[in-house]
Nanobody, 127 residues
């Protein structure tokens, strides 16, 4: 079991930066790829970024590539999402999630492949 708690959201102006954190508890954290998803009102949950269990590789949605950076600190059981050059279209609730598979080298962008989810943190970007 993995329990996830996100923090770091807020209201910022376009062009600003935010760093989201996701604190994990549970003994299996270091074995799972981790992902960030987001969901705007009236929209489906969409993939944002993922990082491998070993931190050796990352994967991003085209919409955030070059602006967002995912990282993890396995010693602290924490995953981060550094968001730069924020745009109004980045406004959404952001969720971290743990892949249900262990030690996989395959990145999934599908929400159903992630077994554990946090409660979400709201990011609002004003124009």
């Amino acid at each position: 079991q993995v329990q996830l708690v996100e923090s770091g959201g807020g209201l910022v102006q376009a062009g600003a930066s935010l760093r989201l954190s996701c604190a994990a508890s549970g003994s299996t954290f270091n074995r799972n790829n981790m992902g960030w998803f987001r969901q705007a009102p009236g929209a489906e949950r969409e993939f944002v970024a993922a990082i491998s269990w070993s931190s050796s590789s990352t994967y991003y949605a085209d919409s955030v590539k070059g602006r967002f950076t995912i990282s993890r600190d396995n010693a602290k059981n924490t995953v981060y999402l550094q968001m730069n050059s924020l745009k109004p279209e980045d406004t959404a609730a952001y969720y971290c999630a743990a892949d249900r598979r262990r030690y996989t080298s395959y990145f999934s962008t599908a929400a159903h492949d992630y077994a554990y989810w946090g409660q979400g943190t709201q990011v609002t970007v004003s124009s």
